[in-house]
């Protein structure tokens, strides 16, 4: 199993971006796919959560700014991210099934 996320970088307060990753050697429809982060000196934390038939739940403080999807013809998330403010700093990963972990890509918000 193999996930490739992309897309993070370096964006100034109410910025956006669009985080990417790229599932391979599993039924990719079949998963829930899942953003967390973690900050600096902070536990990991789940950020948005989309299950396999397209229902989504989000963390109370990204409600509204942020919006995961996915394409399961190209075995692909993604996590849309407005509004950005320096506490979204963090480094973000991509999780299959709550079990398959990718590498992490930097996020970071600094004007």
């Known amino acids: 199993v193999q996930l490739q996320a992309s897309g993070g970088g370096l964006v100034r307060p109410g910025g956006s971006l669009t985080l990417s990753c790229v599932a391979s050697?599993?039924?990719?429809?079949?998963?829930?796919m899942v953003w967390y982060r973690q900050a600096p000196g902070k536990q990991r934390e789940l950020v948005a959560a989309?299950?396999?038939?397209?229902?989504?739940n989000y963390a109370d403080s990204v409600k509204g700014r942020f919006t995961i999807s996915r394409d399961n013809p190209k075995n692909t998330v993604y996590l849309q991210m407005n509004n950005l403010q320096p506490e979204d700093t963090a480094v973000y990963y991509c999780n299959q099934g709550y079990q398959y972990w990718g590498q992490g890509t930097q996020v970071t918000v600094s004007s």
């Open positions: 050697g599993t039924i990719f429809s079949t998963y829930a």
């Open positions: 989309i299950t396999n038939g397209g229902r989504t």
